[in-house]
């Protein structure tokens, strides 16, 4: 069974750094890109961006360009999004969801069950 | 930055009536369009791709249509667990950059 099990709630301060992880398991994760969306509450989903594990290589919507970095951890399975310093405008939930294992154009297949992050002073 | 809009924001249906939701693209995206449904405080689950393809355990009841512009999502015959939001997503842009719509609510009328 294909799983995407995302670490829990985080609360923080505008300014500090975080790192928020999304763990696979059920198919060989070097094989299929982790796309990485927001969802501000009370809004619709946003696209952050794209990492294929096996190739590491990285692609960013525009908009989250320099704002968030996206990476992965082959050896634990794992694939993570991390800021340098949280802004209040950070506040969402955050999914990771699984791509496509050959093509860029396709769908989101899996998702995790979403990882809320609250920023405030 | 292809835009996608869905119409209406939403909907109030009882069980059993047909729901037809829409979904516009803001520039030619083929056959390049999935359908998402989230219930709240759970994973967003792939309903169709391809535009008319229903993913892997979907009922029959949800079917896709469209292609270009212009894309509907129905689901035939209302249960209670398909009351949720409901959102339409492009994978057609290059560079990938991939958009959604805003959502439609399917409420309980």
């Known amino acids: 069974e294909v799983q995407l099990v995302q670490s829990g709630v985080e609360v923080k301060k505008p300014g500090m750094s975080l790192k928020i992880s999304c763990k696979v398991s059920g198919y060989s994760f070097t094989n299929y890109r982790i796309h990485w969306l927001r969802q501000v509450p009370g809004k619709g989903l946003e696209w952050m961006g794209i990492i294929h594990p096996g190739e590491s290589d990285v692609r960013y919507n525009p908009s989250f360009d320099g704002q968030v970095t996206i990476s992965v951890d082959k050896s634990i399975n794992t694939a993570y999004l991390q800021w340098s310093s949280l802004k209040a405008s950070d506040t969402a939930t955050y999914f990771c969801?699984?791509?496509?294992?050959?093509?860029?154009?396709?769908?989101?297949?899996?998702w995790g069950q979403g990882t809320p992050v609250s920023v405030s002073s | 930055e292809i835009v996608m809009t869905q119409s209406p924001a939403v909907l109030s249906v009882s069980p059993g009536e047909r729901a037809t939701l829409s979904c516009r693209a803001s520039q030619n995206v083929r056959s390049n369009l999935a359908w998402y449904q989230h219930r709240p405080g759970q994973a967003p689950r792939l309903i169709v791709y391809?535009?008319?393809t229903r993913a892997t355990g979907i009922p029959a009841r949800f079917s896709g249509r469209g292609s270009g512009t212009e894309f509907t999502l129905t689901i035939s015959s209302l249960q209670s667990e398909d009351f949720a939001v409901y959102y339409c997503q492009q994978y057609n842009a290059w560079p990938p950059i991939y958009t959604f719509g805003q959502g439609t609510k399917l409420d309980l009328k």
């Open positions: 391809g535009a008319s």
């Open positions: 969801a699984r791509g496509s294992e050959y093509d860029l154009k396709a769908p989101i297949d899996y």
